[in-house]
């Protein structure tokens, strides 16, 4: 199949243009020729015309798709190109009357065949130029467009379209239906031209760039026109193209807009400064309001929020300061003022009003602003702004100027908005950093809970004449719960079981500082009472005032079949007696460790003896057990416990730890948590 | 959830605690005797009536107390406290040390 290249309508069009352009130039030539030679006239004036708006169209349709090309150029390069193709058509207008006036009076002056080639050179570039304008303009009108805009545009294109053949109704008489014609557009484009949104955006340098620009497009039509205007007055004996409703409605509407626009940016001049610095704080804003990025800190928010602040209210200086980790304000940020001045003010600030006033302490500090005059020889009045975080004052600003009252409303809520960005920022800042600490914490935890775990032994010591479990399950991570054996000679066992008071962290400090204890004295081989008496003695120096160990000592002696023990403020220990089919708790005085910190300690000791027998289970335990407690508040408590162990006395050790366990649990009900540690070491003696 | 109503009674502080004394509140509580201690308490009473529970943790805010009181000649009693929070107190062995009363006028006389 045969492949038909896409046409390059710009390319085209303009060819096209040319070629329309070189016939009409012919058609003339031929009508002139005829008349000059007193032939009859063949050619009617209306081929003219239809050639005529043939190459207006050509010519918007090369304009409109060379400036479409490059949608996205800038305010000043749209203008520029009007100022050239001005330019251009406006040195070549002069070229033409140069050349003119150089022939004189000569008999080639005045040759109409020659004056007519010009005549239509000038007519190009008028067009060229007046199509290109007004295209440009659209781009200026239609920025920022709504639809009420655009739909003025479309009836504005559609009225130069008809304006085109307006001059087959009146074959461009100037009479009255031309001039109301003519006002009818000037109107239109005088409303169109009101549409200056893009002048604000221009810096105030482009501005003045801009109505350099603007005054020569002025320039170039203003002459052009009267370029024009020349031919219309003299006695041309060729065909008038130009005084053309079209060209003359182009040249209203490139005019007025061009004027409008001139006029517009002349009186912006000294607003733009304004719109630039609100440009500038919106920028600003923006920055604060960015999170501060990893591996950034908190000094660059508050950077850019004194720059911001400054730059809002035109600043002459000013300090940041912030709350160290003791409350000391330290200073942060400093700008454009000599430490010297900065102390003078100072000192001033606590002695003159409203300064005087500020506290950091004060929790509505966030709603608090102090601004007023100093009498100070350089800085005349000043503005200080607390920084707050969630109710927490956590910096201040100050800044201060050189003129008296020099910081007004709009510059106080600018300022007062960066300041409470600025604050979020920080916020946001630290409340990451405390988020990545705990995880740290966390993660430390775990190790605590891993060497906390291994402090509790994996083995228990026994022999074959007993049997001996033991379980513990910490409330938090780690936890304040102890037990150990240990073999002390041929058949005898110390165990011990212990628990600190409180939880948490400090329970498990205190609860490795037993197991020392235990390990240190245990080798003394020392009576239950003593080793109570000495490990009171011992905790007394390491314990904090207000906490304290309950344990139970036991010596179990199996050769003997006989238990001596003393307690320490521990829960009694729960001993179920087979020849009886009774379990009760062993009831000896005793004192907790820690809580009598001398030698009156020993008053309190008891120690107690008992034997036991085969198939006899005793049972050591903690207060986690005992008030592990329900969702309707009730406790376990100890009869449940006696109970659980009656029922499974017959089962081995380490199941019967296991039953009361579970009874444990299901009394407390399904996602009951441990509000307390709790342990549990069953023994059953085999024989 | 603990609760401390401090009051002067003829030259005697009672503290009336209710709700229960856990790790997390013991603080509350040492902080309303130290106050007491500084505006000069003689006779500290404490009613617990209404209190459920206590932890170790509140026991041991008691216990931190003791050895001041006998220092500065402090009086203090505990009274009208429930069965299953007296036996806390007796199992640790904190009775044989803190008076502790039945009644408010008990704890007075003694």
């Known amino acids: 199949m045969l492949k038909i290249p896409t046409p390059n309508i710009g390319k085209v069009s303009i060819l096209v243009a040319i070629l329309t352009w ?57 203008i520029w190109r009007g100022v050239s193709t001005g330019l251009l058509a406006s040195f070549i207008t002069l070229a033409i009357n140069i050349f003119y006036r150089m022939l004189g009076e000569s008999k080639l002056g005045s040759d109409p065949l020659l004056n007519n080639f010009f005549y239509h050179v000038n007519f190009a570039f008028l067009t060229l130029f007046l199509v290109s304008c007004s295209l440009l303009w659209k781009h200026l009108i239609l920025y920022q467009k709504t639809k009420k805009v655009v739909q003025q545009w479309q009836a504005f294109e559609v009225l130069m379209l008809m304006s085109m053949f307006f001059v087959f109704f009146n074959g461009n008489n100037l009479d009255y239906s031309f001039l109301f014609g003519l006002v009818f557009l000037t109107i239109f484009s005088a409303s169109l031209s009101i549409n200056l949104k893009w002048i604000p955006y221009l810096t105030f340098k482009e501005k003045w760039k801009s109505i350099l620009f603007l005054v020569i497009i002025l320039i170039c039509t203003t002459y052009l026109f009267s370029g024009m205007l020349s031919y219309s007055d003299s006695d041309i004996t060729f065909l008038n193209l130009t005084d053309n409703l079209f060209l003359l409605g182009l040249f209203a509407f490139v005019f007025i807009y061009t004027l409008f626009s001139f006029l517009v940016t002349l009186f912006n001049l000294p607003t733009s400064s304004v719109f630039e610095q609100k440009l500038v704080e919106a920028i600003n804003f923006q920055r604060l309001s960015q999170s501060i990025k990893p591996g950034q800190d908190e000094s660059q928010v508050l950077d850019i929020l004194i720059d911001s602040s400054m730059s809002a ?75 707050v975080v969630n109710k927490k004052t956590i910096g201040r600003m100050y800044l201060v100027k050189e003129v008296r009252d020099g ?91 212990g628990d600190v008071s409180g939880k948490g962290t400090s329970a498990a400090f205190n609860m490795s500082q037993m197991k020392g204890i235990f390990h240190s004295l245990v080798q003394l081989n020392p009576s239950p009472g003593e080793f109570l008496y000495k490990a009171n003695t011992a905790l007394s120096q390491c314990l904090e005032r207000n906490h304290f160990i309950t344990t139970s000592y036991f010596l179990l002696d199996t050769v003997q079949q006989s238990i001596r023990y003393s307690r320490a403020g521990h829960c009694p220990t729960l001993f179920y007696d087979h020849s009886e089919n009774k379990a009760e708790y062993l009831s000896a005085d005793g004192l907790g460790l820690g809580i009598v910190r ?47 162990l009656v029922k499974y006395k017959h089962l081995s050790a380490d199941k019967i730890q296991k039953e009361i366990i579970n009874h444990v649990y299901q009394f407390v009900g399904e996602g009951g948590i441990p509000d307390d540690d709790f342990s549990i070491m069953v023994i059953k003696f085999n024989s | ?46 009613d617990c009536s209404g209190l459920e529970y206590i932890s170790s943790a509140g026991l041991g805010v008691f216990m931190s107390y003791l050895e001041e009181f006998e220092e500065n000649n402090i009086k203090m009693a505990i009274y009208a406290l429930k069965e299953k929070v007296f036996q806390v107190f007796h199992i640790l062995g904190l009775d044989q040390l803190i008076t502790i009363k039945h009644t408010k006028e008990e704890a007075l006389e003694g």
């Open chain 1, 407 to 497: 910081f007004n409303k709009e510059m106080i809520n600018i300022i007062t908005t960066f300041v409470g960005q600025a604050s979020i920022s920080v916020e946001n800042y630290r409340l990451l950093n405390e988020a990545i600490k705990t995880e740290r914490y966390k993660e430390e935890l775990k190790i605590a809970q891993r060497v906390q775990r291994s402090l509790l032994p994996k083995e228990l010591h026994h022999n074959e004449k007993f049997e001996i479990c033991g379980f513990s399950v910490a409330a938090d991570e780690v936890g304040g719960d102890y037990y150990e054996t240990k073999n002390l000679e041929e058949g005898v066992f110390a165990i011990i079981i």
């Open chain 1, 22 to 78: 070189l016939a009409l130039l012919f058609v003339d030539i031929t009508r002139i020729f005829q008349s000059v030679n007193q032939m009859e006239n063949t050619l009617a004036p209306e081929i003219s015309y239809i050639l005529e708006i043939l190459f207006f169209i050509l010519v918007y349709i090369f304009y409109n798709h060379s400036i479409n090309k490059n949608e996205n150029i800038d305010f000043l390069n749209l």
């Open chain 2, 1 to 46: 959830m603990l609760n401390i109503e401090k009051q002067i009674e003829n030259e005697s502080w009672v503290l009336k605690l209710t709700g229960e004394i856990d790790a997390s509140n013991s603080v509350e509580l040492d902080a309303a005797m130290s106050q007491v201690v500084e505006n000069g308490a003689k006779i500290i009473l404490i």
């Open chain 1, 313 to 387: 209210s035109y600043a002459d200086g000013g300090w940041l300061e912030i709350l160290d980790k003791d409350q000391i304000p330290q200073l942060i940020q400093k700008r454009f003022i000599d430490e010297d001045i900065r102390q003078e003010i100072i000192t001033l600030f606590q002695t003159i009003k409203p300064f005087s006033e500020f506290e950091w302490t004060l929790d509505d500090n966030d709603a608090r602003k102090f601004y007023g005059k100093i009498p100070h020889n350089i800085y005349k009045s000043a503005f200080l702004i607390p920084l």
């Open chain 1, 598 to 644: 001398n030698t009156n300690y020993r008053n309190y000791i008891h120690e107690s003896e008992f034997s036991y027998e085969k198939e006899d289970v005793l049972v050591l335990y903690t207060d986690g057990i005992i008030e592990a407690t329900n969702k309707k508040g009730e406790e376990f408590g100890y009869n449940n416990l006696k109970t659980t």
